[in-house]
């Protein structure tokens, strides 16, 4: 049996891999241009108290389905996970440009992140399919550079639609895009003939995994938010999932072909991976969550020269994983990970020493640094990992890099936004938070409120910092070589 896709004809191929693009752009456009419509959105429906679920709901369902979707697309193949994941993200988004409230609304969202779960696993498991190993970065780059692109355009093209047209088109331009993704995978996708045998799907364990994932993922999400830490629901929440986690180990070593199979976590090079990836998620949330605020209240600038110190790593990052290949196919899948993590625990250490309140330069110059060393990072061991495994194997190991690194990046926002507000209220001597926050701007916040923020920010970045060098650590358990099955990906 192959183990790829039709690589015998570029026209097909191309079409193949444009409809990869214009599914990536569905996922990676929609958090951002949500973010800027939230003022609009509440003022129509409401619901200003729970309206964070917008983005919490959206993502629990994305990241609790990619390991279901990723066996099933190792039984049934490919091209039906892909089909059915746009189906269920335009049914979505019809809905929720449909939504009469706000409870409606995240009902919806849920619904999108159903088939969003399926579009970034699939997705990524097909543009290794699609190209031999010596190929996978060209493909991995042109992926990378559409989260770029959406990172950078998703808030301008919402707040363009909140502003001079209406919020709920916001999820209507995603029909006519996602409908040209599935003409394309309709079409052009052909995958190889393969052995007609009894496909054996392991539904119970798919039911317990989105559980146990769904109230874990719940209790990290709202636990310091919606309410304590230690209080009744989040005691309640992490006591349910630890019981849902035993219930998951029970069922997948019974199931025949488990969701989430014992191999996934017994091979060292694919279990030191997820645990990498994982802290990248968890890096993660320290400039994409903290420095725009930072940006704002301490170096007094504009909310759109505030996303621009942001968005300039999303120009480096797809730059230096094209160019990644030539690093590895010298050193190693390993090695050049190592390069890229230990040189991002430097950035990150850096940023704490930048001088107060300094100008929006510095930050920026850091930023596109940490890109391009994430950029040596991340890569590699995607392109790695999907080439020590078959192809029945690929959806399955892609599925759970993505989960880890989604659960870093859920654990991440919850344990930093706790570490940011412990020193806010230290600083500001217990303050209440939510009157402090009203004072932030580029022209307004008081100099005692801007040095607390500092400090907080600093904070974060020295976790994330740390998450960088467990990284690092953790890599350092991986083969220096990895198994890869065959140079050519045949």
Same mark, same amino acid.
């Given at each position: 049996?192959?183990?790829t896709?039709?690589?015998? %004809?570029?026209?097909?191929?191309?079409?193949?891999? @444009?409809? $990869?693009?214009?599914?990536?752009?569905?996922?990676?456009?929609?958090s %951002?241009?949500?973010?800027?419509?939230?003022?609009? &959105?509440?003022? =129509? $429906?409401?619901?200003?108290?729970?309206?964070?679920?917008?983005?919490?709901?959206?993502?629990?369902?994305?990241?609790?389905?990619?390991?279901?979707y990723?066996?099933?697309?190792?039984?049934?193949?490919?091209?039906?996970?892909?089909?059915?994941?746009?189906a269920?993200f335009?049914?979505?988004?019809?809905?929720?440009?449909?939504?009469?409230?706000?409870? *409606?609304l995240?009902?919806?969202?849920?619904?999108?992140?159903?088939?969003?779960?399926a579009?970034?696993? %699939?997705?990524?498991?097909?543009?290794?399919?699609?190209?031999?190993?010596?190929?996978?970065p060209?493909?991995?780059?042109?992926?990378?550079?559409?989260?770029?692109?959406?990172?950078v355009?998703?808030?301008?093209?919402?707040?363009?639609?909140?502003?001079?047209?209406?919020?709920?088109?916001i999820?209507?331009?995603?029909?006519?895009?996602?409908?040209?993704?599935?003409?394309?995978?309709?079409?052009?996708?052909?995958?190889?003939?393969?052995? $007609?045998?009894?496909?054996?799907? =392991?539904?119970?364990?798919?039911?317990?995994?989105?559980?146990?994932?769904?109230v874990?993922?719940t209790?990290?999400?709202?636990?310091?938010?919606?309410?304590?830490?230690?209080s009744?629901?989040?005691l309640?929440?992490?006591?349910?999932?630890?019981?849902?986690? @035993?219930?998951?180990?029970?069922?997948e070593?019974r199931?025949?072909?488990p969701i989430?199979?014992?191999?996934?976590?017994?091979?060292?090079?694919?279990a030191?991976?997820?645990?990498?990836?994982?802290?990248?998620?968890?890096?993660?949330?320290?400039?994409?969550?903290?420095?725009? %605020?930072?940006?704002?209240?301490?170096?007094?600038?504009?909310?759109?020269? !505030?996303?621009?110190?942001?968005?300039?790593?999303?120009?480096?990052?797809?730059?230096?994983?094209?160019?990644?290949?030539?690093?590895?196919?010298?050193?190693?899948?390993? =090695?050049?990970?190592?390069?890229?993590?230990?040189? *991002?625990?430097?950035?990150?250490?850096?940023?704490?020493?930048?001088?107060?309140?300094?100008?929006?330069?510095?930050?920026?110059? $850091?930023?596109? *640094?940490?890109?391009?060393?994430?950029?040596?990072?991340q890569?590699?061991?995607?392109?790695?990992v999907?080439?020590?495994?078959t192809?029945?194997?690929?959806?399955?190991?892609?599925?759970? &890099?993505?989960?880890?690194?989604q659960?870093?990046?859920?654990?991440? *926002?919850?344990?930093?936004?706790?570490?940011?507000?412990?020193?806010?209220?230290?600083?500001?001597?217990?303050?209440?938070? =939510?009157?402090?926050?009203?004072?932030w701007?580029?022209?307004?916040?008081p100099?005692?409120?801007?040095?607390?923020?500092?400090e907080?920010?600093?904070?974060?970045?020295?976790g !994330?910092?740390?998450?960088?060098?467990?990284?690092?650590?953790?890599?350092?358990l991986?083969?220096?070589?990895?198994?890869?099955?065959?140079?050519s990906?045949?």
């Amino acid at each position: 049996m192959p183990e790829t896709g039709d690589r015998s %004809t570029p026209g097909r191929r191309g079409a193949v891999v @444009a409809a $990869l693009m214009l599914s990536m752009a569905l996922a990676a456009l929609d958090s %951002t241009i949500v973010s800027t419509a939230v003022p609009q &959105i509440v003022g =129509d $429906l409401g619901g200003f108290s729970v309206f964070s679920w917008l983005f919490s709901g959206y993502l629990l369902a994305v990241t609790v389905t990619l390991p279901v979707y990723g066996k099933l697309s190792d039984t049934f193949g490919r091209k039906p996970v892909l089909v059915v994941g746009a189906a269920l993200f335009l049914l979505g988004s019809v809905l929720c440009a449909c939504a009469w409230n706000m409870g *409606a609304l995240i009902a919806f969202r849920v619904v999108q992140g159903l088939g969003g779960g399926a579009l970034q696993g %699939t997705v990524q498991t097909l543009a290794a399919d699609l190209y031999p190993l010596e190929q996978r970065p060209r493909i991995q780059a042109k992926l990378s550079t559409v989260w770029a692109v959406s990172a950078v355009a998703g808030p301008a093209v919402g707040g363009l639609f909140a502003a001079y047209a209406d919020w709920r088109w916001i999820f209507l331009v995603n029909v006519p895009v996602g409908a040209v993704a599935l003409w394309l995978i309709v079409r052009h996708l052909h995958e190889p003939a393969r052995e $007609l045998v009894k496909p054996r799907v =392991d539904w119970a364990g798919a039911v317990a995994v989105f559980a146990c994932g769904g109230v874990l993922l719940t209790a990290l999400v709202q636990g310091g938010v919606a309410w304590d830490w230690l209080s009744a629901p989040s005691l309640a929440l992490l006591g349910t999932g630890l019981v849902l986690v @035993a219930v998951v180990v029970v069922v997948e070593r019974r199931a025949a072909e488990p969701i989430i199979p014992g191999w996934v976590w017994r091979r060292r090079t694919i279990a030191s991976v997820n645990l990498a990836l994982g802290a990248l998620g968890l890096l993660m949330v320290a400039p994409t969550v903290f420095l725009p %605020t930072y940006a704002q209240s301490v170096l007094g600038l504009g909310p759109v020269a !505030a996303g621009f110190v942001l968005s300039v790593w999303t120009l480096s990052w797809p730059v230096s994983a094209a160019l990644s290949q030539h690093v590895y196919r010298r050193i190693g899948f390993r =090695d050049t990970a190592l390069l890229g993590i230990g040189l *991002a625990t430097l950035f990150l250490l850096a940023f704490p020493f930048l001088p107060y309140p300094g100008s929006a330069w510095q930050p920026a110059l $850091l930023m596109l *640094a940490l890109g391009a060393a994430l950029g040596l990072f991340q890569l590699p061991l995607i392109v790695g990992v999907q080439s020590t495994v078959t192809w029945g194997e690929r959806g399955t190991a892609t599925a759970s &890099i993505l989960f880890c690194r989604q659960t870093g990046q859920t654990l991440g *926002a919850s344990l930093f936004g706790a570490v940011a507000n412990g020193v806010l209220a230290a600083r500001l001597g217990g303050a209440d938070l =939510d009157s402090v926050t009203r004072t932030w701007g580029p022209d307004g916040t008081p100099a005692p409120v801007r040095h607390a923020v500092a400090e907080a920010v600093h904070a974060v970045y020295f976790g !994330a910092a740390t998450a960088a060098a467990l990284a690092f650590a953790v890599l350092l358990l991986a083969p220096r070589r990895f198994p890869v099955l065959d140079p050519s990906g045949e």
